[in-house]
């Protein structure tokens, strides 16, 4: 994932929807680059949902750079 943790790319949906997910699968993760003024709520959120695979990994530059080391995974 590619957001802002801002009010306007809405992260708390997101998390829900991840929050579902793993209720029936365990098989994956969740990198999302960026940041915002949501940072603490976002953190706190994923804590409360228990969501350890899913990893804040803040605003990088040319982030695209991640995407072939992803695929070697």
Do not use: W
Not at 34 to 46: A, F, M
Request: aromatic share 10%; hydrophobic share 45%; charged share 25%.
């Amino acid at each position: 994932m590619i957001a802002a943790l801002t009010k306007e790319k809405d992260p708390f949906t997101l998390i829900e929807a991840i929050k579902k997910l793993s209720e029936t699968r365990s098989d994956f993760v969740v990198l999302h680059f960026g940041s915002g003024d949501l940072q603490k709520s976002v953190e706190e959120k994923i804590k409360e949902c228990n969501l350890s695979h899913y990893f804040l990994l803040g605003f990088a530059d040319n982030v695209e750079d991640f995407f072939s080391l992803l695929m070697c995974l």
